[in-house]
C-alpha cells in the first residue's frame, strides 16, 4: 500500500474528502483480515504508530495504531467523551517534511467497532488518546497542519 501525501495535489485531495461508515455486510472475514494486516504492515514500514484507512486510498472509516505492544484496529469511530486540552507535539506520515505543536484532549473516551463489528469501548489517555484523535481528524479529512500552532521541518529535529 501507498500512504498519500499531502505535498501531492492528487494524493491531498483523497485526503480531504471525508469516509463514509463501513458497511460490516460488504466485506467478508478475509477480506477484513487482509485489510487490517496490509495496513498495519504499511503504517510499520513507515514507523507510525497510526494509519487511516484515507491515508492509503480507502474512503471508509477505518484506522489502525499501534501503541507498545497493543494493536487497534476500529471501524466507525467517534469520540464521545473528552477531557482537558494541552498541547502536544505531532507528526503525521502523509505530511512526513513537518511536525508541530498541536491542541488534542488529554483524555477520550472513543466508542466503534472491531473488525467483525462488535461495539468498542475505549477510554483512552497519553499517546492512545493522542493518536485516536489524530485518525479520527483524518477520516474527516482534516490534518494535523490544519489546526497546527506551530510548525517545523523535520530536518530541525535531525541536525
Not at 506520515?93 to 461495539?119: A, F, W
Request: with cysteine; proline share 3%; aromatic share 10%.
Amino acid at each position: 500500500m501507498k500512504i498519500y501525501l499531502h505535498s501531492n495535489k492528487k494524493d491531498e485531495q483523497v485526503l480531504r474528502i471525508p469516509t463514509e461508515p463501513v458497511d460490516f455486510s460488504m466485506f467478508n472475514k478475509q477480506e477484513m483480515r487482509t485489510l487490517i494486516a496490509s495496513m498495519r504492515a504499511t503504517m510499520k514500514r513507515a514507523s507510525g504508530v497510526g494509519l487511516s484507512a484515507n491515508q492509503v486510498g480507502i474512503s471508509k472509516q477505518f484506522f489502525v495504531a499501534q501503541i507498545e505492544n497493543k494493536f487497534y484496529a476500529i471501524f466507525n469511530p467517534k469520540l464521545t467523551k473528552k477531557t482537558k486540552l494541552i498541547n502536544l507535539e505531532e507528526g503525521c506520515l502523509s505530511v512526513p517534511e513537518n511536525y508541530g505543536i498541536i491542541e488534542r484532549y488529554e483524555r477520550v473516551t472513543l466508542q466503534g467497532y472491531d473488525m467483525n463489528g462488535k461495539k468498542l469501548k475505549i477510554n483512552a489517555w497519553g499517546l492512545l488518546a493522542q493518536v485516536f484523535q489524530h485518525e479520527i481528524d483524518h477520516l474527516y479529512g482534516k490534518l494535523f497542519i490544519d489546526e497546527a500552532k506551530k510548525l517545523y521541518p523535520v530536518s530541525s529535529i535531525e541536525s
